[in-house]
């Protein structure tokens, strides 16, 4: 198990006319990775970035990237993210056929790769690769806008899958996180939490990030 929870704030929330600014922000206030959110407006019903965004915020923080596909035919794009420079890639097992063959993908381009569930997805859906991944990611809200409400049925998840998972394994949530459901994630065994609103809409990002981790 990782030692140090990892804090991944998401820049769903940011300003994304001011993207570099407010990835540096959430780096100076104490963030382990950063969060991006990759929507096509096919498996969610909105548009984000792409990989060229990730491309260009490479270079403007040291902390690693942290890449949620939330996109159809994630193989397809891999290529291009893996040369964008991100550290980690974690895509939806509900839309591969084969689930092997894209974790197989990603790490030959030297990278971790982590795969999602949405909420009506359950955790037996992938046990079996729970040996071959770095991370599993639980949403903890339908997958497709930041700002909504926690679903504790979905982190009710998270010791069902560390239970059946290798002791490395990362489990991240995502989705309605802030002070008081990050304690019920953690206690659950969650060790990386993505927040979105809570962190960037914080009056004082700094103390947003250190109350993740109370
Ligand atoms: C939702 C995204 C989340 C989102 C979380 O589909 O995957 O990463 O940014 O936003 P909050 O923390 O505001 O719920
Ligand atoms: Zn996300």
């Known amino acids: 198990m990782v030692d140090k929870l990892i804090i991944s704030p998401s820049i769903l929330s940011a300003d994304f006319a001011n993207l570099e600014r407010d990835v540096k922000l959430v780096e100076n206030a104490g963030a382990d990775w950063i969060h991006i959110d990759v929507m096509d407006g096919h498996f969610v019903p909105n548009i984000t970035i792409g990989a060229p965004v990730v491309q260009s915020l490479r270079p403007v923080t040291k902390l690693p990237l942290d890449v949620h596909l939330m996109i159809e035919n994630p193989d397809k794009y891999l290529e291009s993210f ?42 037996e859906a992938i046990f079996e690769f729970l040996p071959y991944v770095d991370m599993v990611l639980v949403m903890t809200v339908e997958p497709g806008f930041g700002g909504q409400s926690f679903m504790q049925d979905c982190a009710d998840k998270i010791p069902v899958i560390r239970q059946n998972a290798p002791e490395s394994l990362i489990i991240q949530v995502d989705g309605g996180i802030n002070a008081e459901t990050a304690k019920i994630c953690v206690d659950l065994g969650a060790n990386s939490l993505v927040a979105g609103n809570y962190i960037y809409k914080a009056p004082d990002i700094k103390a947003a990030i250190e109350s993740l981790r109370a």
């Open 82 to 123: 893996a040369n964008a420079g991100e550290d980690i890639i974690t895509f939806h097992a509900e839309v591969v056929a084969d689930v092997k063959q894209v974790i197989d993908q990603i790490k030959s381009f030297g990278l971790k790769a982590g795969i999602s569930i949405k909420p009506k997805t359950p955790p």
